[in-house]
């Protein structure tokens, strides 16, 4: 037994070692490629509108991938890149120095990024009135793209399929699960739907706002005056969203994250345990490219300042905070740099990240629409649903999380909520706790201590763990 143990983890080495070679030589990469162990393509959504994907396939080194699930990652922003962030900065093989990531999910499961919504990554659009504008232009775009991938890739059809998702990347996950699974009950896609997981998800924002106060004046992070300030401009958010108001709301969330701001000295929306960086900084190494496609908006490679009047003023600050930290400088070089000669078929004039912040902007209209009624729906049909949360999180803060759980229709919510925590240990030997679960039926909810809203990046072995209980091989 031990024998066959130190069999697969020299195995596991040398696959990893086989990935980090395919980024420093020609000939590796065409060998990598020959393999089979990557690919990845583009497929035309619609008119002037082209989304990119690229699949790993699984490298445990006792299983074949076939025996493994497949999970496809969906990033958040709207505008952040599966392909660079979720792939590189979370669970990819690799990490942004391209060495091997001891946490990566591929040991588990074939891992699918795809750049959602068009314009983001490097997914683009050959005119601004290809913009996915709401949810459900992203989960018909997806659609597209599932139909094509599983169509294409006939031995994925029986694998058990998973959505994973982070942050806004959580409620496109939930309105494409749903399609999904429309589409598959209809005979127009062949796949084996298995569950979707949603991250830190942006299912309904106005529960988060509402609990933000309340959440930073526990942690001493709001006295309470600033308690009152923030409490103040959430009930204007709420009231905004509950009217339907959802541009004004939008505007409204924008004001709410300045006023707590100021109040927390710079509270990393985040990770609620470090600051956010300084908006000079921001400014200064901030890399958006405002295309000339749309007449009347910024042509300059730069973005308005932060103190520009006016909605525009509070899209571009909100933009910078919720796609910016998606693309870091050692990122955009990396996926511009090495990342794009080593894919081939990138378009010359498309770079990572450039369309991002049009994508960002043109979801405006969409972003504090509510999607319980989506999650009710998936429960309602049999759909494996995963509510997970990072600890230390402001902006998708547990609280709130909890908060729209308890607004679900779903008929056995009340026997989830009879049930009692499971502490979970990523170190069989510690007495650490790094998680709890509470599982009934097919909902679960994991909440993810000492994480912030990027889980599998806070804490990497726990992640690796709920996703191997999430499917079913833990």
């Known amino acids: 037994m031990e024998l066959s143990r130190r069999i697969c983890l020299v195995r596991l080495w040398l696959l990893l070692l086989s990935f980090l070679l395919g980024f420093s030589a020609g000939s590796a990469i065409h060998w990598t490629e ?14 002037d509108a082209h989304m990119f994907w690229w699949l790993y396939y699984a490298t445990n080194p006792c299983k074949n991938f076939s025996e493994l699930p497949l999970v496809m990652w969906l990033q958040g922003g709207p505008g952040g890149s599966s392909t660079g962030f979720g792939n590189f900065e979370e669970i990819g093989p690799l990490d942004t120095q391209l060495n091997p990531r001891n946490t990566t ?32 232009t992203v989960a018909s775009d997806m659609m597209v793209l599932l139909k094509s991938f599983f169509d294409c890739h006939e031995e994925f059809q029986t694998v058990p399929f998973y959505i994973f998702s982070e942050s806004y990347g959580g409620k496109m996950a939930a309105g494409i699960s749903l399609e999904l699974y429309k589409a598959i009950q209809e005979g127009t896609i062949k796949c084996n739907f298995s569950g979707v997981a949603l991250g830190d998800s942006w299912i309904s924002l106005g529960h988060s706002v509402l609990s933000w106060g309340p959440y930073l004046y526990s942690m001493s992070l709001l006295d309470n005056q600033g308690l009152a300030e923030v409490s103040d401009i959430a009930e204007q958010v709420l009231n905004a969203v509950n009217k339907g108001f959802y ?57 308005p300042p932060t103190s520009a009047s006016g909605a525009l003023g509070l899209k571009v600050r909100l933009c910078q905070r919720h796609v910016r930290h998606l693309q870091g400088d050692a990122l955009s070089q990396l996926m511009n740099g090495p990342i794009k000669k080593k894919l081939k078929i990138i378009p010359e004039d498309i770079s990572w990240g450039a369309q991002s912040s049009y994508v960002f902007i043109s979801m405006e209209g969409d972003f504090m629409k509510p999607a319980i009624d989506i999650v009710d729906k998936l429960l309602a049909a049999g759909v494996n649903v995963t509510v997970y949360n990072g600890q230390l999180d402001l902006i998708v803060d547990t609280m709130g999380q909890e908060s729209w759980l308890q607004k679900l229709k779903w008929p056995q919510l009340s026997k989830f909520n009879q049930l009692k925590w499971k502490a979970l240990y990523t170190d069989p030997k510690s007495s650490e706790t790094s998680a709890f679960v509470k599982t009934y039926e097919n909902l679960a909810f994991y909440w993810i201590l000492k994480a912030g809203h990027m889980v599998p990046s806070d804490q990497g072995e726990m992640a690796l763990k709920m996703m191997r209980m999430v499917t079913e091989q833990e």
Do not use: C, H
């Open 105 to 136: 999910w591929l040991q588990w499961a074939s891992l699918l990024f795809v750049d959602n919504p068009v314009g983001t990554g490097f997914s683009y659009v050959n005119t601004t009135d290809a913009y996915a504008k709401d949810l459900n």
């Open 247 to 303: 541009k004004e709301a939008t505007q409204l969330w924008a004001k709410a994250e300045m006023i707590i701001e100021k109040n927390t000295d710079g509270v990393n929306f985040y990770n609620i345990l470090t600051k956010s960086t300084p908006e000079s900084a921001m400014e200064s190494s901030l890399e958006f490219i405002w295309s000339p496609l749309e007449s009347g908006w910024p042509q300059t490679r730069r973005a």
């Open 34 to 47: 020959q393999e089979g162990k990557e690919i990845w393509d583009y497929v035309t959504v619609r008119k």
